[in-house]
């Protein structure tokens, strides 16, 4: 029912975003209160989001602003005021599609995130803009369609290069654009996209994000560098990589994307001790989460398996995997 009530909003949401403004000079109590609590209530959101466990701890707080942003919306009389309103419901539905990808919900996501690309358009932020596009390519990248991922990112890069520069959003586009070349086998465009995510240690650290809709400040570099190598069959470069993600402080989703991508490396070298090793512990943190997401990349560990399920620790791992939950 949640879901169809937030389906249902988006449509009336897109469609209210694509309204002009009504030129009004006058503003309703609604659209005053929204405007002047909005930011620092998504903030807050996006926060909770990060530290949670289970991402799904903040649905319903997420929920009940899509009722208001949708309220707000309708009440907005000026193009000022819709302007940052449509900002702020890109905001918002961007959050809605993260809560959705890591259910495993690729095609509710890629709604929001259309939405939330159409409402930063109107409300003329190339960065907000940018980062919708981009989090839809990663929809395409985890649905392993790595060529459709390709144009998204492309877009997302020239949107973001008319954005802010003191920002880090065309460096997080390049990083996802390195994924995307791992997933199609070319190693050298792969390297050269990273490079660009490097320049990011360039920016100044404390303003080149916002800890919300753009979290990017180089701090995932490493362990998408590694996931890069083991995709490309590289696995030399991989390792050294992904050690160096494991010794920094992640979060738990990360954490056991790192724990997945130590495991296939163990798998690739047919080292059954670093599989089991690596993979009990990536289990684990999927049985905290309820996390589809970290389901989806134990997927990726169960498909190297075959040659390794003599051993009874492995079949084991493998029963396991099959029975999580792969939608939140």
Known sequence: ????????????????????????????????????????????????????????????????????????????????????????????????????????????????????ANAAYAGGDHDL??????RHAYVELY????????????????????????????HWVAAVQAQAYAAVGDLDACNRALDEAEKVHALDGAHSHN??????????????????????????LAEEALTAALAQTLSLRRRAAVLSDLAVLGAHRRDIDQVVHYAEQALGLADRSNSGFIGKKLDGLRGRLAPLMSDDRVSTLDHRIAALPRTA
Not at 129 to 134: D, F, H, R, Y
Not at 224 to 230: S, W
């Open 1 to 116: 029912m949640k879901r169809r009530e937030v389906l249902g909003l988006l449509a009336v949401t897109g469609a209210l975003v694509a309204l002009p403004d009504r030129g009004d000079a006058a503003r309703g109590s609604a659209v005053s209160t929204l405007l002047e609590r909005g930011d620092a209530l998504h903030r807050s959101l996006w926060q909770v989001y990060a530290l949670s466990d289970s991402k799904q701890v903040v649905f319903p707080a997420v929920r009940a602003q899509l009722d208001v942003m949708a309220k707000g919306l309708t009440e907005t009389r000026t193009a000022a005021d819709r302007s940052r309103l449509c900002r702020m419901t890109a905001d918002v539905y961007q959050l809605v599609g993260e809560l959705f990808f890591d259910a495993n919900r690729y095609t509710d996501a890629v709604q929001c995130y259309t939405l939330a």
């Open 129 to 134: 803009w940018a980062c919708a596009i981009t």
């Open 143 to 170: 649905a392993r369609r790595g060529h459709a991922a390709q144009p998204l990112l492309a877009a997302a890069f020239r949107i973001a290069r008319r954005g802010d520069d003191t920002l880090s959003t065309r």
């Open 211 to 236: 800890g919300g809709w753009l979290r990017f400040d180089g701090s995932r570099l490493a362990e998408e560098r590694g996931a890069c190598y083991l995709q490309l069959g590289r696995p030399d």
